[in-house]
């Protein structure tokens, strides 16, 4: 059997019809939404990044990182609310959006990359507490720069979320896995991830640093495990409103545990769940 964990992918994203992109995160566990930041607005995140004091990782401190700069301001905070990403959410989600985590991300030349991971875990882990424990939930991860085989590009180990096997214990790590597969993609565009799919990036054996922005999103009726932390509630009156819309109570949780069988006005349609729904333009 051929090894596959240096296959590259190499699809027309801009192509695909909505049906599609939801079926290719839905099945794949993954998609790339290109050409979501022009080349100004790229400018102007990355002349606010360049101001983000960043810690190393605990792996190599050719790996920065900040979380929580949702309150940053200008650019930063605004991409919260970027229309065409938000409008692609609405979509998948059916349900109001509410954000759940916003932190940036630079690998350094020399990064030795990331391990495959998952970054949901039901019950809660040290490093992402219970932010992630959300039964459905949506990383949404911009890139400022190219991701080029040599400028640390995503990897994933497609289909991955979807198992029921002990290998896909969304706790394990894995340094590398022989059906994973490489993804370049341009400047100003995102790969949105299931949060149960395995994924990581390659080192960067390039030239510069590659640069990203990270986001978590969920449909309102899949709250987290446990309680965690509101907003600052200050700070959240200071960002414009269309990001305070998606900026709701981080507990929000849509269940009926007490539920019957015969519930009085069940509804007979549901667009959301259609299998129809990948057929979508």
Known sequence: MEVEKNKIIDKDWASLTVGERIKHLEVEGYLVIPDLLDEKHIEELKSETKKIETVGRDYSDKQQGRSSVQFWGGQITNLIAHPPTISFLQVLFGDQIILMSYGYDRSEPGHPGISLHCDGQPWGSEIFGYNMSCP??????????????????????????LSFHHDGNPYLRYEEHPEQVMVPCKAGSAVLINQNVFHGNHPNVGDYAREMLALAYRPSWAGPSEEIEQWDSEELAKVPLNVQELMGDRNTRIWNFGGGNKPDNMPKVGPGIDPSRWERN
């Open 136 to 161: 459905r939930l949506v990383r949404v991860l911009y890139y400022l720069e190219d991701l080029t085989p040599e400028v640390s590009p995503f990897k994933v180990v497609p289909r991955s979320h």
